[in-house]
């Protein structure tokens, strides 16, 4: 039997020739026919209902002439939602097809690292022949 060849060992992933475990799954590299990265963007939802709250905060602030209070809270409300549009970060997937349909092996917001594990992944499957 030939030597098991690693392509990548890092933050608890591993690709080798003969298997790919990550998140506490171990998958057979005889079975993956295909690999390829995916990026889902978050949902900006939240923050622009937070913002548009602030908005009306200020409508509602002008209309009962408490304009100081008003416009400090419409300030905190848009803070917040700026702040938390910024600090919602794309997620980046491994995902593997296989005969028995694709999956989704591995989720990180690095999408560097990512794409690491799927050039791994290439070449462990080119190594197999």
Do not use: C
Request: charged share 15%.
């Amino acid at each position: 039997m030939a030597e098991e060849k690693s392509f990548f060992n890092e933050g608890g992933v591993s690709v080798t020739n003969a298997r790919f475990m990550a998140q506490g799954q171990t998958y057979a590299m005889s079975g993956i026919t295909s690999v390829k990265s995916f990026r889902e963007d978050p949902s900006h939802k939240g923050p622009i209902i937070l913002g548009i709250i602030g908005v009306l905060g200020t409508l509602g602030a002008f209309s009962s002439n408490s304009v100081g209070n008003g416009i400090v809270m419409t300030l905190l409300f848009i803070g917040g939602a700026v702040a938390w549009w910024m600090y919602q970060k794309p997620a980046f997937s491994v995902l593997l097809n296989s005969a028995s349909g694709e999956a989704k092996a591995l989720t990180s917001k690095d999408g560097q690292f990512i794409s690491h594990v799927v050039n791994a992944l290439n070449d462990a499957i080119v190594h197999r022949g």
